[in-house]
């Protein structure tokens, strides 16, 4: 199970960024997916994630300005995120689970496994 995560870059606060998340020896699509972010000395924190039959959540921090699809067909995930604040500078990781993200605690529950993370730095 290997799961790369890719996208990151400086971007300058409104700018966009898409990251991805592809899966290796296995299919992501009975799968659930999580992006979640962490900047030093600060917990982790769950940004979005997908099910397995699509639906999405967001933290109410990112809502309206990012965006959490799965394309089956290449084995990916995508977070696409519009409207980047400074706040949002931080390494971000995506993590499989077969059911976390149909919970309300999907943000803090452990999840299965988990990509290595792509920074995203939002400054002028």
């Known amino acids: 199970v290997q799961l790369q995560a890719s996208g990151g870059g400086l971007v300058q606060p409104g700018g966009s960024l898409r990251l991805s998340c592809a899966a290796s020896?296995?299919?992501?699509?009975?799968?659930?997916i999580g992006w979640f972010r962490q900047t030093p000395g600060k917990e982790r924190e769950g940004v979005s994630c997908?099910?397995?039959?699509?639906?999405?959540y967001y933290v109410d921090s990112v809502k309206g300005r990012f965006t959490i699809s799965r394309d089956n067909a290449k084995n990916t995930v995508y977070l696409q995120m519009n409207s980047l604040k400074p706040e949002d500078t931080a390494v971000y990781y995506c993590?499989?689970?077969?059911?976390?993200?149909?919970?309300?605690?999907?943000?803090?529950?452990?999840?299965?496994?988990w990509g290595q993370g792509t920074q995203v730095t939002v400054s002028s």
């Open positions: 993590a499989i689970d077969e059911d976390r993200c149909g919970s309300p605690l999907w943000p803090v529950l452990p999840w299965d496994s």
């Open positions: 020896g296995f299919s992501l699509e009975s799968y659930a």
């Open positions: 997908v099910g397995n039959v699509g639906r999405t």
